[in-house]
T-cell receptor, first 113, second 113 residues
Framework: NAGVTQTPKFQVLKTGQSMTLQCAQD?????MSWYRQDPGMGLRLIHY???????DQGEVPNGYNVSRSTTEDFPLRLLSAAPSQTSVYFCASSSQGASDEQFFGPGTRLTVL | AQSVTQLDSQVPVFEEAPVELRCNYSSSVSVYLFWYVQYPNQGLQLLLKYLSGSTLVKGINGFEAEFNKSQTSFHLRKPSVHISDTAEYFCAVSSNRDDKIIFGKGTRLHILP
């Protein structure tokens, strides 16, 4: 099993550009989530999903969109990138939701100029 | 809504000395508590978790934590640290009321030779 994979590993955008961060898992996990990690701020929940077709907002959802059309994939879209979105983004998944161990991807380091 | 406070942003400790990393939480409902570790340039991995039952929880790499409901704390301890424990440690909380996991801001553990 590959576990949780994220692409790309690094990305540089200009302000106003859009892009999609990809996240996939091969463990048949129902629960998936996106976090951003900033120095001194820990991990902050952006969006999460408890299953295909179901998504909900986390602590910092503004500027980000998600969809969950399959169990395996949970892409994160930045519609119009801003310098404040410069961060490291982590995707995670678990089989039993928020009460279970979360398996994290390796992260995507995004810089917005 | 839940919240997590990690009282120390950095903890220096000599190799083979004991260490305690402090975590306090706030919640109006029953909680699930977790400690995760992040080694440099990697994603997070689970150290241990408390769901119910015994308040003393043992995890990987010799770590343990004690759930104290009256003090709303879940401090992480290790009796003797090694240089390989150099990492950032995150406390996290969730509940059975919603599907969100809230992370603390992290504690960097520095092992001194």
């Amino acid at each position: 099993n590959a576990g949780v994979t994220q692409t790309p590993k690094f990305q540089v955008l200009k302000t106003g550009q859009s892009m999609t961060l990809q996240c996939a898992q091969d463990m048949n996990h129902e629960y998936m989530s996106w976090y951003r990690q900033d120095p001194g701020m820990g991990l902050r929940l952006i969006h999460y999903s408890v299953g295909a077709g179901i998504t909900d907002q986390g602590e910092v959802p503004n500027g980000y969109n998600v969809s969950r059309s399959t169990t395996e994939d949970f892409p994160l879209r930045l519609l119009s990138a801003a310098p404040s979105q410069t961060s490291v983004y982590f995707c995670a998944s678990s089989s039993q939701g928020a009460s279970d161990e979360q398996f994290f991807g390796p992260g995507t380091r995004l810089t917005v100029l | 809504a839940q919240s997590v406070t990690q009282l120390d942003s950095q903890v220096p400790v000599f190799e083979e000395a004991p260490v305690e990393l402090r975590c306090n939480y706030s919640s109006s409902v029953s909680v699930y508590l977790f400690w995760y570790v992040q080694y440099p340039n990697q994603g997070l991995q689970l150290l241990l978790k408390y769901l119910s039952g015994s308040t003393l929880v043992k995890g990987i790499n010799g770590f343990e934590a004690e759930f104290n409901k009256s003090q709303t704390s879940f401090h992480l301890r290790k009796p003797s640290v090694h240089i390989s424990d150099t990492a950032e440690y995150f406390c996290a909380v969730s509940s059975n009321r919603d599907d969100k996991i809230i992370f603390g801001k992290g504690t960097r553990l520095h092992i001194l030779p």
